[in-house]
Structure formats: C-alpha cells, structure tokens
C-alpha cells in the first residue's frame, strides 16, 4: 500500500500582489512518529525538508513497527501575501490535514487515497498539520501546500476580495464578466463586508495585430491598473475619478491587472479596454447627422470642436435635408474638479442630452426650448451625448457644460485707425453730453425777468466756455436760468443751467479711449457681446430680476427663447426691455386693443411703409380685433409711441407678451446688433465704419456717455445672478 499527500496554492501568474516578490516561506517540517495508531506510544522526533515517504513494508524509523504506526507532520507557513493556496497529495491508509487547527482534507480511513483542497490564506503564518497512520500493507505519503498557478483566462475576469483596503485578511475568490460594478453602500460580494475592502482582478487579452487601445473607466476609491506588469493607471487615493491611459499593443497576449480599494458609501469600480476608433473624442464632438427625422436614414459623419450650430433654413450637409433630419453628437470631456456644473443650451426643434448614460434634458418636441440645468460632476472624464431633430422652419442647436461661476472671456478688435484720428472725426459730428460745464451768454441778449434770476433770449445766441468754447445755442425767446454773472473779454455774461451741450475734446476722448476703463469696474460692460446667448437660469430670472417687473414677470422663458432664436445676449434683452416698458409698466407693454382702420367703404388704409393702419380702443373694449404688446418700443417714435408701436405690433402678430419678446427681439438687435455693433460701445461708436469709411457714422447715441451710463443696469442685473457667462470684445486703435 502506497500513501502520498501533496499540499498546493499558486497565486495568479502574473506575480502576485502589490509589492510581493516571494509566494511564501515555510519551516521545516517537524515529524513525530508513534509506534502505535491513535498517536500512542513514545514518539520518535525528527525533521525533514519535504512529506515524500515511500515507506514500502519498511519501518519509517527506529523503534517503529512496520505496520500500525501512526505520524504528526507539522511547520510554520508565511504567507508573504493573501491567496489562494492548494492542499495536495496521497497517502495509504489514513490521511488528515489541518490548516490553522481546522480541519480541511479527512480521508481518516484504510486504503488508497488521493486528495486535493484549495483554501484561502491571509497574509501571516499559518500552522499547517499533517496526521498519518498505517494499517498494513505498503505504506507511503506524500503531502504538499502551495500557492495555486491557474491559468488567467481570457474570457473572464478572475478575482480576489479582501475584507481590508490594503488587501490584508483572508481572501475570497469571485469571477466576473466584466469590469462593471456601482456597489454603492453595499456588500460587493458574500463573505465580504460592505465599507472597506480591496480587490484584484486579473485577465489575459488576446491582440492580433499591433493596434491602439484607450484604457479607461471609472473608481470610486482607489485604483491602479498594470499591463504586462507595467503600472499604467495611478489614481491610488480616496474619491471618484475617471481615468484613461492610451495604449499601443503588440499582437500577441497580454495580462491586465486591476487593483482596487474602496472606503466609502458609494463604491465603483468600472474598467474598460476598447479600440481607439471605438471611443468617443475626447473634447472634440463626435457627429451623426442623419437624412430622416427619427434618427435613422442615411448617415453623414463630421466632428465640431464645439456644439452651435446655427443652419437657419439651410440644409447642415451635403446629403441631408433643409427639414426633417435629426442629428447624434457625442463627445468625452475632462473635467478638471469636483463641483457643481451647468449644461446649457437650446434647441428648435428636439433635443435631448444624456450625461454619463443618465439623461438630463428632454424636450423631444418641436418648438424652441432653450435650458440651463445644475449637477454635481465628479473631476475626470464624462460622456455628453445630444440627440436632435429638426422639424421645419430654422433649424438650430446649441449646448455647453461649464463649471458653476461667473466666467468672463475677453478679445481685442484692433481697428485701423488711431485713437487721436477717430476722435478728430468723431467731433466732427458735434458729440453731446450732459456734463455741467460753466456756461455763458451775453447779458445783453437776455430780458431778465423781475426777480433777475431768469429771462428769455433776444435773440438766436451761443452759449460758450470761459475759454470762448461753443457749447450750443440757444434760439430766441428761449427761457434761462441765471445762476451768476462774469467778465468775459470786457463784456458782461450771464451764467446759465444747461440740459445737453457739445461735449469738450477731452471728455469726448476720455469715453472713447477703451483703456480708461477697467476690466474690474461696471464700465467694462460696455465691451460685452450682446450677440452671445449666455443660457442663463429660467428660474434664476423670474426670481431675481423679474419678480417686480409688471408684465415682464415669469416672462424669463421668452427671453430666453427670443435670446437664443435670435442669437442676442438674454440680458441686454431683458435690459431694453425693462428700459422701453419702464420696468414692466407702460401702456404699450401691458397691451392696447386695436382693429383694423378702414375707408368710408370698408377697404383697410396702409400707412406710408405699407402697415395696416389701426385704430386705438380704449382698455374697457369688449369688440376688438386683438390685443397687441410691444416690449422693445419698436416703432414707437417720440411724436408717435402709443399709436405707431400699437401699429407695429398689429402687423407683426405680437398678440401675447411672449410673442411681443421672442419675436420683438429680432426687430431690437437687427439695426444694431446683426450691423456688427453686437457691445455698447460699438453702438454708440462705431469704430469698424469709422475705419472702413473715414468718418462717423450709423450711431446709436450722440451723449458722450451713453455707453458707460448702460452699464450701470447691466452691472445691477448681472450682480442678481449666481452664474453667467460674458464674452467681451474690447477695442484697440492703432
């Protein structure tokens, strides 16, 4: 009778865990023989280096009977690292084998036997014994522990868990199809706990040919990942992050090797391998567009270094229709912290944006829908994919996602010209101000009143300075206010109150050079664009600019639908607005009924620029053709504002207060803003026709200070919000 034992554990190939260089180291082991079964009888001691006994019908020692003998086997194990290890062997007749005092093999009976037994080991040592005895016969034993070497597979993960973060504790084994775990707040697998634990997973990949790889995914805490051994991902530390390392691998096969430890509530632990041509561009815009309405049809492919796009009626390729195609955009990006971001944007017609796989806008129908959305993003790389179609009409989509803050982008336009040329030209034009300078006429040209601190003009005469600047001019019986009297060039003058005069060389320059005013100061926002939609918060408008604005209250959806379809700043909308309608107050803006003006025999009257004439009902009307609004004063002159902007309004269908500033918006920007005059100072100056041209033209304003007085209101507006976006363009002359 032959008896073997042999005791096995191999760790996975590829070299064990962080650090570990060595399996284990063992002692020697330490046999006692006894001269009878049962352990009984004087024992006789010795040591030997391996359990490979073929005793045959031979005693195993001195003293000891052929037959009916019984054996202890026993040494200290250190684990270097926790695996899985085997327990392996044969023996004739009984065998039994303790790890750590527990039993794991029990073939405690007469006869042959082979044996194999795989267990988990912790790092440490551990006692390992061996119990043998001999009937009769031929004896032998042959008995062994070792790490197990199973081969890593290809198609799976295999995996070890360890109840600690630093892959101490015993280990258990787990295997996976793939890398794709939200475990959160729970246990990621039986016997391991939920809260802190460690993990590896190992897997062989099998390349044909020498190709690029992108390795990414997603951990939430600590991850690091090696291939071949070669550390490629280091993100060993608590927290979410996404990760990618780009790759070239040689055909052949390659072992990858993840490790992992979490601490948290809300453990993750995601790992990919793919093709580069199969990942989505990291911050570049992947894009399909498609030639049928419901995201199917032939496909066209391009990428966009950003998502605005503003085809209007045109088709957007070459193979897609002007109407009804729909469009997929995807794209990766890096987000450099932690925080709360903005995705923001507008569509005409559907869109919808995903987010990492969640979606977050969802307006899948025609119309404009413009949106701005808060979230907490984790730092690292996300997936933003767009879905949109086109309906008919203009088509348009836009979308962006920023970090949560005030963020500002500032440009210069150079012009060819000099600031001192331009200036030259523009007092050419007689530029007005407000200023209060000290200002004369002759006393001999005023019929002063009785209480000598007034009077009326003679005559046509100038007002001038000390200096015999001319500030205007007064026609006769103009009425004025004297304030003292002077000695100018031997002649006696009469001081007077002024309203508008003709601005000094010097303040006209002052407002024209951009460089008086600061990038830190309210000023500065006469250099904003106001041909950039900013998407601002619907919620954050009504609540903190509109809320006490009359008719303009709750309205912040049509400024934004007006903003981006007509591609105009929000706030210079909502700005003018307040400004023509008196914060939401005016007769205009809150509606006046109307009808149709006809001749004696019932045919409707045109105006002079072809507009249906109207007739103004009073507000307690009950028969009237509609109910008009306009926002903007467009069309509503000085000697003209009721009837003209009512008149306005009727031909252009501006029968609801949404209607009057969605489309009202284009009429606003278009003499202005679509002219390239998109900031206050280039309305009020104008420097790019002034270069072209050689003088000044097509001017807003003639004060001085009409740019700068603007901004106050934007200044007030801007100071409401908690996160906008402003892209300035200042002037530079040469």
Known sequence: MVGVVTLGLVLFSSGGFPGSTAEASSSKWSVNYYPKLNFKGTAVMKTVSDINFAWGTKSPAAKIPVNKFSAKLTKTLTVKEGAKYRISG????GVRVYVNGKKQVDYWKDGSHSFAKDLMLAKGDHK??????????????NADIKKVSDPIPTDKWTGLFFPSSNFSGTPVSTTASNLKFSWGSKAPIVDIAKGTYSAIYQKKVVVNKDMKYVLMGKANDGVRIYVDGAMEVNEWKDGTRNFEKNLTLKKGTHTIKVEYYNKSESAQLIVNLKESK??????????????QQDLTGNKVYQSASTLDYDWGTKKPANGIPVNHFSAIYEKRTNLTSSGTYIL????????????????????????????????????????????????????????DLKEK??????????????????LAKQMSTNP????????????????????????????????????????????????????????INKKKYYKIATGWVSASQSDTKYYMNPENFLSTDESYYQFAKLSTFSALSENEINQKILYNRGILKDQANSFLQAGFKYGVNEIYLISHANLETGRGGSR????????????STGNIIYAANKEKEIVILPDTAKDYEEKVYNMYGIGAYDSCAIECGARRAFNEGWTTPGKAIVEG???????????????????????????????ATHQYASDIGWAVKQTRNYAELYSLLNSYTIVYDEPSYQ
Request: charged content about 25%; aromatic content about 10%; cysteine-free.
């Open 90 to 93: 044969k023996a004739n007749d």
């Open 128 to 141: 390992v014994e061996v119990q043998y005895y001999d009937q009769n016969g031929s004896a032998y034993l």
């Open 278 to 291: 199969d990942v989505t561009p990291l911050e570049r815009w992947a894009v399909t567009l498609y030639d």
């Open 344 to 399: 923001s944007g507008g569509a005409n017609d559907g869109v919808r944006v995903y987010v990492d796989g969640t979606k977050m806008i969802d307006q899948w129908k025609n119309g404009t829908h413009p949106f701005n959305i808060e979230m907490n993003l984790d730092a690292g790389i996300h997936i933003i994919k767009v879905e949109y179609y086109d309906n008919t009409g203009f088509a348009k989509v836009k979308v």
């Open 405 to 422: 803050s005030n963020i500002t982008r500032a440009a210069k336009t150079g012009y060819a010209v000099s600031l001192d040329t331009a």
């Open 432 to 487: 007005q101000t407000d200023k209060k300078y000290a200002a004369y006429i002759p006393a001999s040209s005023v019929k002063l009143a009785s209480t000598k601190t007034s009077g009326t003009t003679k005559e046509k005469v100038n007002i001038i300075t000390t200096d015999s600047r001319k500030l205007g001019t007064l026609s006769k019986d103009s009425k004025v206010t004297i304030q003292d009297d002077k000695t």
């Open 588 to 599: 205009l803006a809150n509606g006046i009924k109307v009808k149709t003006k006809t001749d």
């Open 665 to 695: 918006a284009q009429f606003a920007a278009e003499n202005y803003i679509y002219a390239g005059q998109d900031t206050l100072y280039k309305m009020r100056w104008n420097p790019e026709q002034l270069a072209a041209k050689g003088y």
